[in-house]
């Protein structure tokens, strides 16, 4: 068991190495090489290295015709239950890059990474109930996945949390919910929800 776990550990030290090799690499604008490392580390399952690389193809609109490449990237990154290649996938259908946009697909994706509290993906869930694309609209849905978000420390998911709580949708209408919310969404940088928290008092 020693001789097991040893192993395990060296390894880990050594994807970790490699991972970092390559962020050195992108850093001094060495891509080619980067690429190559995280290319090699992808295909012997180091997960995080597939969506490092699939983040490199998508980096840049220069590589639009990479994107389907990324899209694997992640998909494979996330069949592996890297949920970070869940949350990157769940993006690309939503935006239709590298894929043809599908929210239903958007959803699928979005909830396994939010349930591992990924922001983006709360967010992700909240706008397609809000708007009803994919999922049934559902404003309830919206706000919860909005405030999840918002406890995650995304500002405009607390400013949209506030809005709700203000025009009762979701919920009913709590003009004091709605203050807590613009007052966290001004703690993190949300400007106009400064001012409305200052109306609101």
Known sequence: MKKIALIVLLSSALF??????????F??????????????????????????????????DKRKF????????????CDGGNLLGCDRLASAYYEGRGVKQDFAFAAKFAKQACDADIPYSCIILANLHYYGNGVIKDHAQALKFYERACELETASSCVMAAKMHEKGEGAPKDIQKSLLYHERACALGAKSSCDKAQNLK
């Open 27 to 60: 850093r001094i604008g060495d891509e080619k090489a980067a690429a190559k490392i995280l290319t090699k580390s992808c295909d012997e399952r180091v997960l995080d290295s597939c969506v490092m690389l699939g983040n490199f193809y998508f980096s840049n």
């Open 16 to 25: 970790g190495a490699q991972l970092q090799e390559a962020q050195r690499l």
């Open 66 to 77: 990479e994107y389907e490449k990324a899209v694997n990237l992640y998909a494979k990154a």
